[in-house]
């Protein structure tokens, strides 16, 4: 039996006026690798393979924030970094990979266009399902294409293989407007860009304090007591029922599936200054009440999705996107989008 | 069982709500003025010897310490001062907190002041302020504001009842109309369904006009122990019934997120000792930071089951002339949201209705009166139960 050709996803929903897709403003290689990660299932340990700059919450010990074991391995940018990515993947047949890259963040700040965005892919390979890869990815020559293009071509090159299997999956790209080596040396400038439109302070919140709540807000970690038998979501450390602060058993609500109580379309105006970036850039926005397990709510903002789409009773799934800057970082959370949203048109699965 | 509070309110000061040429201190000094001489036989019988002051500090004008600033403004130096913030609910935690001190007898005379600065802020850093009382991290950095937590109430109301919309605008167009009988109103401007419905929306469904607006203002009320009160004034009104209760911050942690638990149970608590009930109430002071607020505070205070309010909205019975006349003083809507005098603004009102003060906007007969006043979208909440000596 044949597997289903896998369809390629495109996340970037935004063009510029000249037609170019562009990274969408919630997305980068954070969460794409992200997204690659997940749709690898549950296979063990996968190497996380990242090709340019990476912001600091790689090394913030992802295993840990992620509830599974993940190895990473920085390479330097350009098609240099792609040619040792791949390389390494090659050497690594028994354990799955996840090769990321990022164009300088900075990349577009100058050019025009609907959002300053900068290109980000993701793709995720398994050796193990098609021995062959590895020969493929060895033949692979760099061609000096900034991070889209390189991805694109990367993946167009291991999924047209000779009488071969087609089983890579591209898990996000979009292709970038730059051009090659589009030297932006300071990171950090996004950011900037982002504060400078922000033309407020936003609500505070501490680093401590955020990355405690990771574990509920990237995994939908939840407590059950094993006392009273009450599920506290998000989790506090303590059971909402009894108070009991031990022996609790962690586990995860359902990441699909959860429906949406009531939904509410922010308009101008109407959104936190945080988010003022957002409304400007890219309009009004949905946010939704959403049940994901019987009586286990959370209060999530709709993506991928145009405003008003959305209704009370339509069922959401989730996926890790970025929700607001902070103390020079991006922050991140799971947003919701509708099942449709999801699988951007490809080829048709078998029957 | 005691039948009441044993505490009565023998004066009360009310500043004009809107976008005041007056600073904090102004607005502080002039309301206290006015509570003071409203007390029909003035204070010299003694001297006010505790005060609780509910603000916000929006802006971040005085963020600690404000006491000091109504000491310096208002010539009550020496006595105790005690702040109160419960975010919008400031104001009726003030009140409860007072009458608790006179009920004790450790205060023989207290005054409350309410007092909010709001719109000499620029525009992004008001935003950040109206914020800063809701849930943080689940709320606000989903992209909510108080707007978006009240959008996400008011859709889910009107998915359950069909009706809704149309009882949201006509709690807009009431409160306006009501608002043009009070000379302290912040809009004394009659607005009609079909403008709240053409509104831009800030959070769906909710439009500009189902918001309260931004305001300054400030309300004060004096305080005296119930058997005494004919020393200040022989129209004394009563504090019969206090209420109070709080929840979880955020709407998603609350077993039913449409309802108002803190408000149930300030309501619950309020009307346990009190000589009368629901039925006998002469008027109803209800927090409408939304339109959507007033329907919800109508079902949780007990005048309808859920999705009751909008026969009850819809059919005049909140009207002035209504069976239950809801904000004839325009409520947050058209009066105007100082947020820290929110609640003790409310207190006047009932002051002055039932001392039949009330000019245009006077319910006849008025005895009896409920106030009810919430911070953010819920978290906490009060019921005071006024009535007539």
């Known amino acids: 039996m044949t597997p289903p050709i896998r369809a390629v996803r495109v996340w970037g929903r935004l063009a510029d006026p000249q037609g170019h897709r562009l990274t969408a403003p919630d997305e ?54 792609w040619k040792a990515a791949l390389t390494e993947v090659a050497g690594a047949a028994s354990t799955p990979s996840i090769v990321f890259g990022v164009d300088g963040p900075g990349h577009l700040l100058d050019s025009p266009g609907p959002w300053p965005g900068f290109g980000a892919a993701a793709f995720a390979l398994d050796l193990r399902e098609d021995p062959g890869l590895r020969e493929r990815l060895l033949a692979w020559v760099p061609n000096g294409a900034p991070t889209i293009e390189a991805a694109q071509a990367i993946v167009d090159a291991l999924a047209q293989p000779p009488g071969g299997r087609p089983t890579l999956d591209l898990a996000g790209w979009a292709p970038s407007t730059a051009g090659p080596g589009g030297a932006d040396p300071e990171p950090s400038r996004h950011l900037e860009r982002w504060a400078q439109r922000a033309v407020s302070e936003g609500a505070y919140m501490p680093e401590a304090r955020y990355r405690e709540g990771i574990a509920s807000h990237w995994r939908l970690a939840a407590d059950r007591c094993p006392r009273c038998s009450t599920v506290t979501f998000p989790v506090r450390g303590w059971c909402r029922g009894c108070g009991a602060a031990d022996d609790l058993v962690r586990f995860e609500l359902p990441r699909s599936g959860g429906r949406v109580e009531a939904v509410t379309t922010i308009g101008k105006g109407g959104q936190p200054t945080e988010f003022d970036p957002l409304v400007e850039f890219g309009g009004a926005y949905d946010v939704a009440l959403v049940e994901l397990a019987p009586g286990l709510r959370a209060t999530l903002m709709m993506t991928d999705s145009p405003p008003g789409t959305v209704r009370a009773g339509d069922r959401i799934g989730t996926v890790l996107r970025r929700l607001y800057p902070m103390d020079g970082q991006w922050r991140y959370g799971l947003k919701a989008v509708l099942p449709a949203a999801r699988e951007a048109p490809g080829p048709a699965p078998d029957p | 069982m005691t039948a009441r509070v044993p505490a009565a309110i023998v004066g009360a000061g009310h500043t004009r709500f809107g976008g005041l040429a007056d600073g904090p201190r102004a607005l502080l000094k002039s309301v206290v003025d006015r509570a003071r001489a409203s007390v029909d036989r003035g204070l010299s019988g003694g001297g006010i010897d505790a005060v609780f002051l509910a603000t916000l500090g929006f802006g971040g004008w005085q963020i600690g310490n404000a006491s000091a600033v109504l000491a310096e403004a208002a010539g009550i130096v020496g006595v105790p001062v005690t702040r109160v913030e419960n975010a919008c609910a400031s104001g009726g935690y003030a009140l409860r907190a007072a009458a608790d001190a006179v009920g004790s007898g450790r205060s ?22 109206l914020g800063v009382s809701g849930d943080t991290e689940w709320e606000r950095l989903s992209g909510l504001t108080f707007a978006g937590v009240y959008g996400l109430l008011a859709a889910r109301y009107i998915a359950d009842h069909p009706d809704a919309r149309e009882a949201l605008a006509e709690v807009a167009v009431k409160n306006h109309r009501h608002g043009l009988a009070n000379p302290n109103a912040q809009f004394r401007k009659a607005i009609t369904r079909e403008a709240v419905l053409a509104a831009p929306k800030v959070a769906d469904p909710l439009g500009l006009l189902d918001c309260c607006p931004v305001s300054d203002g400030a309300a004060a009320v004096v305080i005296a122990p119930s058997d005494e009160a004919h020393r200040y004034t022989d129209t004394p009104v009563h504090i019969v019934g206090t209420g109070a209760g709080s929840d979880h911050l955020a709407v998603q942690d609350r077993p039913d997120p449409t309802h108002f638990a803190a408000t149930r149970r300030a309501a619950d608590e309020a009307f346990r000792h009190a000589p009368f009930d629901r039925r006998s109430l002469s008027l109803i002071e209800v927090h409408d930071c939304f339109t959507i607020a007033e329907l919800i505070a109508l079902e949780d205070l007990g005048f309808a089951e859920p999705g009751g309010a909008v026969r009850l909205t819809l059919d005049g019975s909140t009207a002035r002339t209504g069976r239950w006349p809801v904000n004839v003083d325009g409520g947050l809507k058209a009066k105007g949201h100082p947020i820290g005098a929110t609640g003790v603004s409310q207190a006047y009102e009932g002051f002055v209705q039932v001392r039949a003060q009330a000019g ?9 009166a409920l106030l009810h006043n919430v911070g953010g979208s819920g978290a906490s909440a009060t019921v005071t139960l006024l009535a007539r000596g």
């Open chain 2, 108 to 129: 023989k005379l207290a005054l409350v002041v309410g007092l909010e600065k709001m719109t000499d802020v620029p525009n992004a850093r008001r935003r950040y302020w």
């Open chain 2, 360 to 368: 245009e906007r006077q319910v006849p007969g008025a005895e009896r």
């Open chain 1, 28 to 81: 980068d290689e954070f969460t794409m690798a992200i997204a690659a990660l997940e749709h690898l299932g549950d296979r063990s340990a996968p190497t996380l393979h990242g090709v340019g700059r990476l912001p600091e919450v790689f090394r913030w010990g992802l295993s840990g924030a992620l509830g599974r074991s993940v190895a990473l391995c920085e390479h330097p940018p350009g098609a240099e970094g």
